[in-house]
């Protein structure tokens, strides 16, 4: 009966030894899979939050000051070809009127 005992010790101790030694390697493992992720993310080029952030708003702010200035000068053209038009009527009409 004393030799089953050393025995089932004996295996016990292997497996103790044996969950031990992966407990070890898991955790060697991790540490090498973050630092490796650390270094990726460090030679990327990636912005900060926050910085994405501040150019985010201000290419929002940026597209609607485009869009206003758009509409600000198609009613500038608009403007400007009235008067054209007016003054080709006119002078349109004042060669008919003296041509009769």
Sequence with gaps: ???SNRLL???AKVANGAVST???VKDEIE???RQ???KLLTDSDLVPREEFEVVKAMV?????EQERLSKRLAALENAATK????AAKSKSNAKTNTAK
């Design 9 to 11: 010790d004996d295996l």
């Design 1 to 3: 009966m004393q030799t």
């Design 31 to 33: 540490a090498l899979v």
């Design 83 to 86: 008067p054209r038009r007016r």
């Design 36 to 38: 490796r992720v650390d």
């Design 22 to 24: 992966l407990v070890g």
């Design 60 to 64: 929002v702010e940026a597209r609607s």
